[in-house]
């Protein structure tokens, strides 16, 4: 069974600080997409990482793929209350059927 | 239409009862996923159709759990004689092939 590690489960920080969140694995998954959910709603993708090394950018958001393609991080500059949500790291197996981690409870206060 | 809709949002049903809950998924998606998502547990896998092959069930917990897909477009998940401990909220996605999931806006049952 392929299993995702997500740390810390919580965090809580202050408007305007940076943070990191980390997703890790025993196991190589082919590709690897993190979430973001809001209360009393489903998961929406951020991104999905592929090559190992990878580094991806979306605005204030940065994802890392493992050079092994077993763990992936997450780091968000100069963070704002409207990121605050939970953050969720997925494999992608055999027939494109996801592995969640438990996920990142991120509240960022003003 | 413009996302995957789920029926009923919330549900609240005795134990013992069956229900049925039903995902509409984004048009031209192939690929339908129900995941269950319980506090503090992350995201669990129940079963996935895929176009016209056979449905992978592993992810279903017990023969209580079935869920069909007609026509290659609507899925209902059944849960029949619910227990307590089934209380969750249940999620649907969709995609294309290789793509990346669109999620519904779940169904939150609560079974007392």
């Known amino acids: 069974t392929q299993l995702l590690e997500q740390s810390p489960q919580f965090l809580s920080i202050q408007e305007g600080e940076n943070l990191t969140v980390y997703c890790n694995s025993s196991s190589v998954f082919s590709s690897l997409q993190w979430y973001r959910q809001e209360p009393g709603e489903g998961p929406v993708l951020l991104v999905t990482v592929v090559t190992g090394g990878e580094v991806k950018k979306l605005k204030r958001l940065t994802f890392q793929f493992g050079d092994a393609r077993k763990d992936s991080s997450l780091h968000i500059t100069a963070a704002q209350p409207g990121d605050t949500g939970l953050y969720l790291c997925a494999g992608v197996g055999s027939n494109y059927k996801l592995t969640f981690g438990k996920g990142t409870l991120l509240t960022v206060n003003p | 239409g413009a996302g995957v809709s789920q029926s009923p949002s919330n549900k609240v049903t005795e134990k013992g009862k069956d229900v049925e809950l039903r995902c509409d998924p984004i048009?031209?998606?192939?690929?339908l996923y129900w995941y269950r998502q319980s506090l503090g547990q992350g995201l669990e896998f129940l079963i996935y159709?895929?176009?016209?092959?056979?449905?992978?069930k592993s992810g279903l917990p017990s023969d209580r759990f079935s869920a069909e897909r007609t026509g290659g477009s609507v899925s209902t998940l059944t849960i029949q004689r619910t227990q307590q401990e089934d209380s969750a909220v249940y999620l649907c996605?969709?995609?294309?092939?290789?793509?990346?999931?669109?999620f519904g806006s779940g169904t939150r049952l609560t079974v007392v």
């Open positions: 048009s031209g998606h192939t690929a």
């Open positions: 996605a969709s995609s294309k092939t290789g793509g990346g999931y669109t």
């Open positions: 159709f895929q176009g016209n092959s056979a449905p992978d």
